[in-house]
């Protein structure tokens, strides 16, 4: 028997776990088996490898192949472990290991050319983790490889790594020309003095970018809504490099990544026919859905009561904990999903409530308005109405610039990064209830103020933990050093008041 060796790496959830591949070459009729918990597009890589070593001029080995791949308990998915299986076979017909301490990914074509295959980032990050410090990847994920702070080599054609192990081959052919890795990211960002009026809403919409709260805004159609969310990343801090690191990951395994660490808050959009599955993640082998590629950012879901009931009751607990599990039969995966939810609506379902004229009768009130439950509301820190601009803010001046927002929204994250320097996290949306109860003072009127919404129901026991979060945000950006009576009262406002007023 010659048995040879490589690594590879399979990716369940965000997290790369190594896996051995064992290729035992045996006496008897020719056959080539995979085993190890390997899905359909693994199992095909035995066709994709016959014909690749056929074209590269390698001659197969004309016995009984079995290719383990283990540990046998982690699901395999995809084509990334094509040349991890060529290179095991190669050593065992060299006699020799595969290449030391690295893993090898990369999918066949029946040309014999390597080609890329999603999951580069978050597999050698897995495996640097594990003490594998090399990594042999296609030559065009070779920058992505390099985030991991791994050792890459690209390739390109079998053909190399053949040659590469002493076993003869056709002559490597030249690298086609590889263009510029990804684009440089836009400079020009919407900017928010495009929006005319709406002081309170851009005051929300600041409160929000700085302690990191989930929006929800009201308006009828056409007073800006979609033009304030879409403006929220541009007032947001730069990525940190970690954050980079994380939000790359997740392009990754999506197939988006484009090779440069991206400093921008991401901004994930879905459309109101998204399902659960779009929403969180899912299938069969679970991938990231819009909360994992608004991590770090911002998810926006316009037409908020369009959407399928189902769909927005699965973000409640993603809204709170910042991950999201999934479960299957097979495998139980965790995606991150941090991402500030911004939620805009139409008041009524003809959109004319707050302007008179409506045409809604009450019943269908009832049921538009019914189509977000209390349970979810409950997770957003504040809620603003809009109201239609009136012609002097149409042709008055511009608003105040993107860039003046960021510089106080930048300063408020500092003092946040100050305060809780020694904590396990780093924004006010994210402070424990019992650091909030035992740092904060709360005025006697607004004791009374909260005692009276409790016994209403306008503020539960998580809205009480709310308003105080969005207290200290105020206080952050007017730079007190613990919130005051003005600073809770605007934030009360915008907890309970905003959209429950007239």
């Known amino acids: 028997m010659k048995l040879g060796i490589a690594t590879a790496a399979s990716v369940v959830g965000i997290e790369g776990h190594p896996v051995r591949i064992e290729a035992a070459l045996l006496p008897g009729l020719p056959t080539f088996s995979i085993v190890g918990l390997a ?16 074209a590269s001029g390698i001659d197969f080995p004309n016995t009984r192949i079995t290719v383990n791949l283990s540990p046998a308990d982690i699901p395999k998915y995809g084509t990334a472990f094509d040349l991890g299986i060529a290179c095991a076979i190669l050593a065992a017909l060299a006699g020799h290991a595969g290449p030391p301490n690295s893993i090898v990914l990369g999918e066949l074509g029946l040309d014999g050319s390597v080609r890329p295959v999603r999951g580069v980032l978050p597999a050698c990050l897995g495996a640097i983790h594990r003490g594998l ?8 994920a070779v920058s992505e490889a390099e985030l991991a702070r791994s050792r890459v080599r690209g390739v390109w054609h079998l053909t190399q790594v053949a040659r590469a192990f002493g076993v003869r081959a056709n002559p490597v052919p030249p690298c086609e020309e590889i263009g510029a890795v990804g684009e440089p990211e836009p400079t020009a960002e919407p900017d928010l003095a495009d929006v005319r009026g709406q002081a309170e809403a851009r005051l929300a919409l600041e409160m929000a970018a700085a302690g990191e709260h989930h929006l929800f805004m009201v308006g009828p159609p056409g007073v800006g809504k979609s033009m304030l969310a879409v403006r929220l990343p541009g007032i947001m801090p730069l990525l940190t490099h970690s954050e980079g690191i994380e939000v790359a990951a997740v392009r990754s ?10 400093t921008r808050r991401p901004f994930a959009d879905p459309h109101h026919t998204a399902s659960a599955a779009a929403l969180v993640g899912g299938g069969s082998s679970p991938r990231p859905g819009a909360i994992s590629r608004a991590h770090h950012g911002v998810l926006f879901l316009d037409e908020l009561a369009e959407f399928a009931p189902a769909a927005l009751e699965a973000l409640r607990e993603p809204m709170e904990t910042g991950r999201v599990h999934i479960s299957r039969a097979r495998t139980a995966v965790v995606f ?16 004319k409530l707050f302007d008179g004229g409506c045409t809604c009768s009450p019943a269908s009130l009832r049921a538009y308005r019914g189509r977000l439950s209390g349970p979810l509301m409950d997770r957003f820190d504040l809620k603003v109405r809009l109201r239609r601009p009136s012609a002097a803010e149409l042709t008055g001046p511009a608003g105040e610039p993107s860039s003046a927002v960021r510089a106080r929204v930048e300063a408020a994250r500092r003092r946040q990064a100050a305060r809780f320097s020694e904590e396990a996290w780093d924004t006010n949306a994210h402070t424990p209830g019992e650091w909030l109860r035992s740092h904060t003072e709360v005025p006697a009127g607004m004791r009374r103020a909260i005692r009276r919404a409790l016994t209403t129901g306008a503020l539960s026991a998580r809205g009480v933990d709310k308003l105080l979060r969005a207290a200290w945000t105020v206080a952050d950006l007017v ?24």
């Open 479 to 502: 730079g007190h050093s613990a919130p005051r009576s003005d600073d809770f009262d605007l934030a009360y406002t915008m907890r309970v008041m905003g959209v429950n007023n007239d």
């Open 336 to 351: 991150p999903a941090r991402f500030q939810l911004v939620g805009a609506a139409n008041p009524c379902r003809c959109g």
């Open 253 to 262: 395994l999506l197939g988006s990544f484009d090779g440069r660490l991206p």
């Open 39 to 54: 899905d359909t597009a693994v199992s095909e890589s035995r066709e994709r490898i016959r014909a690749a070593f056929a």
């Open 133 to 140: 410090t090399g990594a042999v990847v296609p030559v065009e």
